[in-house]
């Protein structure tokens, strides 16, 4: 089991920018990706951004590239979503999540088995 705890989010003016972080605890080393999802009030929940654990690689979804970068701390077994440039149409809740299994493709929720509670973000006009 993999637990996952998210933290970061709040109240921020448009063109600001906000840190979300994730930290997981558990059974770290069988992750093999994480990623960031978005609900906003009455949507879907839709991605964000994705990244191979071991390797580094990174996803983003069109609707945030060039503004939100995800990394990720092997060390402290924590995930970071660094967005700048935020518009109010980014306001949602954000949830990390995880996966231990290999997924070719990672922007689909139904591939992450272990999720977080979620942070709001709210994006002032």
């Known amino acids: 089991q993999v637990q996952l705890v998210e933290s970061g989010g709040g109240l921020v003016q448009a063109g600001g920018s906000l840190r979300l972080s994730c930290a997981a605890s558990g059974r770290t080393l069988n992750i093999y990706a994480m990623g960031w999802f978005r609900q906003a009030p009455g949507k879907e929940r839709e991605y964000v951004a994705a990244?191979?654990?071991?390797?580094?690689?990174?996803y983003y979804a069109d609707s945030v590239k060039g503004r939100f970068t995800i990394s990720r701390d092997n060390a402290k077994d924590t995930m970071y979503l660094q967005m700048n440039s935020l518009k109010p149409e980014d306001t949602a809740d954000y949830y990390c999540a995880a996966t231990d299994h290999y997924y070719s493709t990672l922007y689909r929720a139904g591939v992450y088995n272990y999720w977080g509670q979620g942070t709001q973000v709210t994006v002032s006009s």
């Open positions: 990244i191979r654990w071991s390797a580094g690689n990174t």
